[in-house]
């Protein structure tokens, strides 16, 4: 039976099919030699390693990420004169400037406070007053069959005013360590100034080449200016509130003690205990166990219901983290970088969690165990948020 033509041949101005081999299949993952757990000792020890290396260079790596977090925070103010027609290098100077004031304010208001508080402290009239507690406390422990030698030692590297004094005169005397974090400090800005004028440019390249690493540069920028400016605002109004309570309390120094709230602020989870004890202290001091309780119940009635009820309602996250991993952040960032990296132990966490977590696909899983809401583990920067940064 003869073949069609049409079927012989196919339509008119088509080639006939033709059949199409398999492609490769896929080359297998190796499988690694090494356990899981011979892996996953091999990583703590790389980051324990790699921690270490970190500590040893803290002089030189605390300034650098604190004048980093510090230009990062003051960026909307760069991008928004570039915005209105300014020149980008007058751009530039001024937010620098800008920093730079932030920086002179800040470690002068730390120092009045230190010095104010020495002076304060060394009256004869605290030394006699502490003379009497001390007698009162002895006394009355005395009455429960304790041992007076015992509670004298005890008592003694508890309570010795020489040891407060000596401690601030040492944040005092140690001057040099502060200017030279200072001068290292005011140098990487200056620097980071001029590489901000082709930030947004390099970091389109990097999207281009590199999307989830760009990303995560982005969530990171932003993570930390939120972190910043929530912290700054809120703990501003903790400290004029809790000057206004000392004022109206009569304890000595109220403004020295709300310059130390504020600073205190920004260490997570024990900056308010480190704020609230020596105003209590001197409290106690000057007028009073009942004047001393009163102090510790204002302070905490305001710190609950500022940074507890109203500033999530305002902010909501503003760090994105548990509460585990911000303590664990201020245990390990304060050992490697010094009391610098209690200030930068969120901003810190939130550069590792970017470089090893957010910018790698496969490893975004862990998110689940840091992000302080689980339904935002898989979040990713929008192009409107990468815009913004660019």
């Known amino acids: 039976m003869p073949v069609l033509p049409s079927l012989r041949r196919g339509r008119p101005g088509t080639a006939p099919p033709t059949a199409t081999a398999p492609g490769p299949a896929p080359a297998p993952v190796p499988a690694s030699p090494w356990p899981r757990a011979v892996l996953v000792l091999l990583g703590i020890a790389l980051a324990f390693a790699v921690l270490l290396g970190l500590n040893q260079l803290r002089d030189y790596i605390a300034p650098t990420f604190l004048a980093l ?50 002076e304060e402290l060394s009256s004869q009239e605290y030394r006699q007053r502490y003379t009497e507690l001390y007698t009162q406390a002895v006394t009355f422990l005395e009455g429960y069959g304790l041992q007076q030698d015992t509670l004298t030692d005890q008592l003694e ?19 040099g360590g ?60 903790v400290a004029v509130l809790d ?88 245990i390990v960032w304060a050992w490697v970088l010094g009391p610098v990296g209690a200030l930068l132990a969120l901003p810190a966490t939130l550069l590792v969690k970017a470089v090893l977590i957010d910018a790698d696909p496969a490893a975004r899983w862990v998110n689940a165990f840091l992000a302080s809401n689980p339904d935002t583990a898989r979040a990713e920067t929008t192009r409107e948020s990468f815009e913004q940064e660019t």
């Open 157 to 175: 590297s508890v309570l010795d005013p020489a040891r407060v004094i000596g401690a601030l005169g040492g944040v005092i005397g140690n001057l």
């Open 243 to 330: 000057v206004v309570a000392l004022f109206w309390l009569g304890v000595p120094l109220a403004l020295a003690w709300g310059v130390l709230a504020f600073l205190t602020n920004y260490i997570p989870n024990i900056g308010f205990v480190i704020g609230l004890v020596p105003p209590a202290a001197v409290a106690l001091l000057a007028n009073g166990p009942v004047n001393a309780l009163l102090v510790v119940v204002v302070y905490s009635a305001l710190n609950f219901v500022i940074q507890s009820l109203i500033q999530p309602k305002f902010t909501g996250d503003a760090v994105g983290v548990t509460p585990t991993v911000t303590f664990i952040s201020l």
């Open 69 to 118: 977090n510090l230009v990062l925070a003051a960026a909307p103010l760069q991008r928004w004169l570039v915005s209105v027609g300014v020149p980008r290098v007058v751009a530039a100077v001024v937010t620098g400037g800008a920093i730079f004031a932030f920086l002179i304010a800040f470690f002068t208001a730390l120092g009045w406070s230190a010095a104010a508080m020495v």
């Open 178 to 237: 502060i200017l030279g974090l200072l001068t290292t400090t005011v140098i990487v800005i200056f620097f980071l100034m001029i590489d901000s004028m082709s930030a947004g440019r390099r970091l389109s390249l990097v999207r281009d080449q590199h999307p989830n690493v760009a990303h995560a540069l982005v969530s990171f920028a932003q993570g930390v200016r939120r972190y910043w400016v929530v912290t700054t605002l809120f703990g501003l109004i």
